[in-house]
């Protein structure tokens, strides 16, 4: 054998050695560490929340708020669920909708809330609006209503009845979906 051979021999032995020698050393110096799992399991606690407010805001402005009595926040799906429900939509810092509705719920994910149990709405311009569910996703535009849907306007005798309709909060565009009933009437002195 070589004196060059024997020399890259004796190198890669002591290159060996001292691998396994600080191998040995780090399991040893480690062995106390506890290791956190990289996702932590997710928690199936739920909060329970009094007199919780609820708001969105769209270009810096509010758009729509909620008040609740009390709700229950569900943290594996991420939705509170809320009891005795009132708010506002807003448009100039200005309340152009308010609504109440015995119970809803708000998916977090989504930004979606749902009114349900008998929702009611009023306009700034006097149109009352009734429904089984009134809902709405984050800071878009279309409020949609579900089930038995009233929408009347008394200032010119108009009760619109239907199955589904959708409109802004200042009821300036209106959709009726399914079976609609639109009656206009006059009241006798």
Do not use: C
């Not at 070589?2 to 890669?12: A, M, N, Q, T, V």
């Not at 199936?44 to 926040?73: P, R």
């Not at 009114?115 to 809902?135: F, M, P, Q, V």
């Amino acid at each position: 054998m070589s004196k060059k051979l024997k020399i890259l021999l004796s190198i890669l032995v002591a290159i060996i050695v001292l691998s396994t020698w600080a191998f040995l050393v780090s399991i040893k110096l480690t062995e106390n560490v506890k290791r956190v799992p990289e996702e932590q399991p997710i928690s199936d606690e739920n909060a329970a929340v009094q007199d919780l407010v609820l708001t969105e805001s769209k270009n810096g402005k509010k758009f729509w708020e909620i008040y609740a009595t009390s709700g229950d926040y569900d943290n594996l799906s991420e939705q509170v669920h809320l009891k005795n429900v009132k708010g506002n939509f807003y448009k100039n810092d200005k309340v152009v909708l308010s609504f109440d509705s015995p119970v809803a719920t708000y998916f977090d994910r989504k930004k979606e809330v749902k009114l349900s149990g008998g929702a009611r709405a009023a306009t700034d311009n006097n149109i009352l609006i009734s429904a089984k569910e009134l809902y709405w996703k984050g800071n878009n535009e279309e409020i949609v209503a579900k089930g038995n849907v009233k929408i009347i306007r008394s200032s010119i005798n108009l009760i619109v009845t239907g199955n589904e309709s959708s409109f802004t909060p200042k009821m300036s565009q209106i959709k009726m979906k399914g079976l609609v009933n639109t009656t206009l009437f006059k009241i006798s002195k």
